[in-house]
């Protein structure tokens, strides 16, 4: 697969973890984030890129623009979630923490 058949697939997942993002399905999102991270990996194996055209060079950064869009909106789905469930695990954390030190009432 050339590099930019892998950076189009990569921008169609990452239109799909918005969905998924969207939809609170962090299953799928996490799913999804691995196919991506996949492709990542194979670009980054098979080193320098061929030459592209003029046209292709713009293709490929429409992509990335396009890509790192999903991501900023990806995050700003993932992290309110992400959030609550620092402040669920610290608060049972620390309550455990109190039981041990205290013993439980």
């Known amino acids: 697969m050339n590099t930019l058949a892998l950076y189009?697939?990569?921008s169609a997942i990452s239109a799909r973890m918005v969905e998924a993002a969207g939809d609170c399905d962090w299953d799928?999102?996490?799913q999804l984030e691995q196919d991506c991270a996949?492709?990542?990996?194979?670009?980054?194996?098979?080193?320098e890129p061929a030459p592209l055209t003029e046209a292709e060079?713009?293709?490929?950064?429409?992509?990335?623009r396009q890509i790192l869009?999903?991501?900023a909106e990806v995050?700003?789905?993932v992290e309110p979630w992400m959030e609550q469930v620092r402040r669920y695990l610290g608060d049972g954390a620390r309550e455990r923490s109190l039981r041990r030190?205290?013993?439980?009432?």
């Open 69 to 71: 869009a999903d991501d």
């Open 38 to 47: 996949g492709l990542a990996r194979r670009l980054e194996a098979a080193g």
């Open 57 to 64: 060079r713009a293709r490929k950064m429409a992509m990335i």
């Open 101 to 105: 030190a205290y013993g439980a009432q």
């Open 28 to 30: 799928r999102l996490t």
């Open 75 to 77: 995050r700003r789905h």
């Open 8 to 10: 189009e697939s990569m």
